[in-house]
Antibody, heavy 123, light 108 residues
Framework: EVQLVESGGGLVQPGGSLRLSCAAS????????MHWVRQATGKGLEWVSAIGTTGDTYYPGSVKGRFTISRENAKNSLYLQMNSLRAGDTAVYYC?????????????????WGQGILVTVSS | DIQMTQSPSSLSASVGDRVTITCRAS??????LNWYQQKPGKAPKLLIY???SLQSGVPSRFSGSGSGTDFTLTISSLQPEDLATYYC??????????FGQGTKLEIK
């Protein structure tokens, strides 16, 4: 059974840092692209970052330069280092499994998600 | 960047109704379009991928169609457990993904 379990959330002051972790099990972690997606309370889903199987990383403009995604295949773990946090970063953060690499035709989706972890940026 | 626009933002329908949600991309994305269902307090769940392929385990009352810039999610006969917010997501610019703003579905 595929499982993704996030940890590391909590309350942090503006300008502070936090590192989220996602423990993966039930699949060959090193063969899959992995993503972080966030959701502010009452708002929609926002894609935050992705990491490929070879370590290539991707970010939207809203977090580029402040957030760093990484993975440790030996530990089946995904991370999100968040620096220079702002109130607007307050959200539930989800870890999600992307496509197996190489993906088949049309297999570009997020098929398993963690339960989410709350990050609150406030003084 | 590819923008995704869903309509309506919310809708209310009765059990047994046919429900349609639309999603428009700011440029052609071929069939790289996925739909997710998010129930209150839960993580999103993949419903449809590649515009019209039903994810394993998803009831057949859900279907997707479209290509290019215009896409549709249809629930053929609404059930009480379909209360949720539905999101479209483009994967044309993979692995950079973009979600629509969501459609909140309420049961009358």
């Amino acid at each position: 059974e595929v499982q993704l379990v996030e940890s590391g959330g909590g309350l942090v002051q503006p300008g502070g840092s936090l590192r989220l972790s996602c423990a993966a099990s039930g699949f060959t972690f090193s063969s899959y692209e992995m993503h972080w997606v966030r959701q502010a309370t009452g708002k929609g889903l926002e894609w935050v970052s992705a990491i490929g199987t070879t370590g290539d990383t991707y970010y939207p403009g809203s977090v580029k330069g402040r957030f760093t995604i990484s993975r440790e295949n030996a530990k089946n773990s995904l991370y999100l280092q968040m620096n220079s946090l702002r109130a607007g970063d307050t959200a539930v953060y989800y870890c999600a499994r992307g496509p197996r690499v190489p993906a088949g035709m049309g297999e570009y989706y997020l098929d398993y998600w963690g339960q989410g972890i709350l990050v609150t940026v406030s003084s | 960047d590819i923008q995704m626009t869903q309509s309506p933002s919310s809708l209310s329908a009765s059990v047994g109704d046919r429900v349609t949600i639309t999603c428009r991309a700011s440029q052609s994305i071929s069939r790289y379009l996925n739909w997710y269902q998010q129930k209150p307090g839960k993580a999103p769940k993949l419903l449809i991928y590649a515009a019209s392929s039903l994810q394993s385990g998803v009831p057949s009352r859900f279907s997707g169609s479209g290509s290019g810039t215009d896409f549709t999610l249809t629930i053929s006969s609404l059930q009480p457990e379909d209360l949720a917010t539905y999101y479209c997501q483009q994967s044309y610019s993979t692995p950079v993904y973009t979600f629509g703003q969501g459609t909140k579905l309420e049961i009358k």
